[in-house]
């Protein structure tokens, strides 16, 4: 398998901004830019419309132009032994992002299906006030950390995600039934992405491209060649459903199912 | 009824009309009753050429300017030509 090395300027300067390390600088259409290190990536679109592919490219980005450490937010343990790529082994772990205050590093955090952990209907529970808190300070901890997230609607999510710090969103292709429910403040990017997506794409799902919101443009997109079944069926299974190796216990806690109290049977 | 709700089954209405087969044309739709008149008169009277075609072109356009008087200065803009734009796309030449 050929591991290209992504260009510098694969991303447009608002997604590089938030993917280099604070400090670091990047030329891109003749200017030159100092990155801002610290910031959340918001990547939205419906279920199989890359969106995981998409936050993987990133990663990869930023594996070969920075040496930000990676946590891929309470991932499978199997995931991280058997199916990352080569070349981001020693670079990537598996925590909670409970544990964020204790990371001293300027980390790059992915949050996968952010719906499953950052409900916005369970703003009470210590996954959701700990993101409250923590979202607004993300450039202390760490040195400047940046979360990438990738949810099916920003309905779903905890609003703290997007009410602090700076954000990039990316849209991906939604489906056009769902777009109705989406947040009434986002609504209209999520269609403009999709109608421009429309115009250029030939996929039925428009994973080729997204749209990012704040450079107003698409973006081509590149599908990583570790996440190609030709080259490694089980390593592509691996990364593409991640949630789906999560031990049984794991998968109930993440979706709230609890075990029911056994009922007290007296003795006759 | 109010005005929104007559928009919009104004344009159900004009909806359903563009895709009567073989559809009602520019000067039909938009123009004058004269671009009607003056194209029969003119068939009748066996004439043709590109200054019959220009005498019928005024004529639309009056008859469209006219229609579009009516409108929002919206609709107006709306209605000029203009290039196709294409999506911008990030490092494409």
Redo the contacts between chains.
């Keep these: 398998m050929n591991i290209l090395k992504p260009?510098k300027?694969?991303?447009?300067p608002s997604i590089v901004n938030l993917l280099l390390k604070e400090g670091q600088r990047w030329e891109s259409q003749n200017q030159w830019y100092e990155a801002l290190g610290t910031g959340i990536i918001a990547i939205i679109g419906s279920a199989r419309s890359g969106k995981t592919s998409l936050a993987y490219s990133m990663i990869d980005y930023v594996i070969h132009h920075s040496n930000r450490p990676i946590i891929l937010d309470s991932f499978p343990q199997k995931v991280i032994d058997e199916g990352i790529p080569d070349h981001w082994k020693g670079r990537v772990s598996n925590k909670s992002f409970t544990e964020i205050a204790t990371i001293n590093e300027p980390a790059l955090w992915l949050v996968d299906d952010t719906g499953a952990h950052f409900n916005s209907r369970s703003a009470l529970e210590t996954n959701n006030k700990i993101l409250s808190r923590s979202a607004g300070i993300l450039s202390h901890f760490g040195g400047g950390m940046t979360v990438i997230f990738t949810t099916q609607s920003l309905s779903a999510i905890d609003l703290s995600f997007l009410r602090f710090t700076t954000i990039a969103p990316c849209v991906r292709w939604v489906d056009e039934d769902v777009i109705h429910s989406e947040r009434k403040e986002w609504i209209g990017e999520v269609k403009h992405g999709n109608y421009?997506l429309s115009?250029?794409s030939k996929d039925v799902r428009r994973r080729d491209?997204f749209y990012?919101t704040k450079?107003?443009?698409?973006?081509?997109s590149n599908f990583p060649e570790f996440l190609k079944k030709e080259n490694n069926p089980i390593k592509a299974d691996l990364m593409s459903r991640p949630m789906r190796y999560h031990k049984l216990e794991d998968k109930q806690r993440m979706i709230g199912v609890k075990e029911q109290k056994k009922k007290r049977v007296k003795d006759e | 009824m109010n005005r929104q709700r007559q928009r919009e089954f104004d344009l159900i209405a004009g909806n359903r009309l563009s895709k009567l087969k073989p559809g009602i044309e520019r000067h039909v739709a938009l123009g004058h009753i004269h671009s009607i008149t003056l194209r029969n008169k003119f068939k009748r009277m066996g004439l043709s050429g590109s200054h019959i075609d220009s005498a019928l072109q005024m004529v639309d356009e009056i008859g469209i300017q006219k229609t579009l008087n009516n409108q929002s200065i919206g609709v107006k803009f709306s209605t000029m030509q203009k290039a196709k734009t294409k999506p911008r796309i990030w490092n494409s030449k």
Excluded: A
Aim: proline share 6%; hydrophobic share 40%.
């Design positions: 260009l300027n694969e991303f447009p421009l115009q250029v491209y990012s450079d107003k443009c698409l973006v081509k």
